[in-house]
């Protein structure tokens, strides 16, 4: 079975840390390791609506109603969905929606945007055959010359301070960081690095920006992971991390005994 890679994206790397036999089942295979929901569909429609909003769009409640509805109804038919938990989110995407340009102003102050979802594609030192891919959320412009990079999240009520220094969760922004910076040929100096938090059940602050760092050695512990992960896909090492299996699909099934 051919098992190279025209391209890595950060997903697949998560994927790979988590269990590269997992990786080579979903990513290699093609077998579904998840299936999305109504947690899913609510982070793909307001996201939708954040996107709209950086480009000064006309976005109203309706929007996101009709946006949430549409990515419900392409869930997979053997998905199940809870009536009463679409019903709340529905209200939830409606209150979140005023507080989204508020909090960018808040945060940034004045600031242009120069780009939403913009896709890298960019090569890998060390690994001629293999691109990086990836989408950019939003990169702004702030009035200091700083470019500053950032990814929204949906939660319910927001990250402790563990899952906002987990490193595998960082190591996306500081890959995207990276790489953008080698797309525009920019100092990584002068970029900065944000998640924005889309808090779906708080009851105020509902809107969370935070700065992540992504100095020169977390680049390169970020970067090691990628070479890493690399190396075993193309010389097709699958070893199972049996520390992932009680939060593996693939557990006690044919595909995984």
């Known amino acids: ?27 290699i295979e093609k077998l579904s390791g998840f299936k999305g929901n109504a947690y899913t569909a609510f982070g793909t429609a307001i996201h939708n609506v954040c996107e709209k909003k950086l480009l000064q769009e006309e976005v109203n409640e309706n929007y996101f109603i009709e946006q949430f509805e549409e990515c419900i109804s392409k869930l997979d038919d ?33 600031y242009e945007v120069l780009s939403v979802e913009l896709p890298l594609y960019e090569p890998i030192d060390g690994y001629e055959n293999y691109m990086f891919k990836g989408y950019i959320d ?14 929204w ?13 987990d490193k595998m969760v960082t190591y996306q922004l500081t890959l995207y960081k990276h790489f953008f910076a080698q797309k525009m040929k920019i100092d990584p100096n002068d970029v900065e690095t ?18 992540v760092t992504s100095g020169p050695r977390k680049t390169e512990n970020a970067l090691n992971m990628l070479h890493k992960a690399l ?17 593996c699909n693939f557990r006690h099934t044919k595909h995984c005994p």
Request: charged content about 35%; proline content about 2%; aromatic content about 12%.
């Open 1 to 27: 079975m051919e098992t190279k890679l025209p391209h890595i994206s950060y997903s697949e790397l998560k994927d790979w840390a988590f269990c590269a036999f997992y990786h080579k089942l979903t990513r």
């Open 78 to 110: 053997d998905v199940e969905i809870d009536k009463r938990l679409v019903g709340e989110m529905r209200l939830q995407g409606k209150a979140l929606l005023p507080e989204i340009e508020d909090a960018l102003e808040e945060y940034f102050d004045e």
């Open 138 to 151: 939003a990169i702004v412009k702030t009035s200091d010359n700083k470019v500053h990079i950032f990814d």
């Open 153 to 165: 999240k949906t939660c319910s009520w927001g990250w402790d301070a563990r899952r906002r220094s």
């Open 194 to 211: 944000h998640f924005a938090l889309l808090k779906r059940t708080a009851k105020k602050n509902r809107v969370e920006l935070f700065r």
């Open 231 to 247: 190396y075993n896909i193309k010389n097709r090492r699958y070893i199972k991390n049996r520390l992932s299996c009680n939060n």
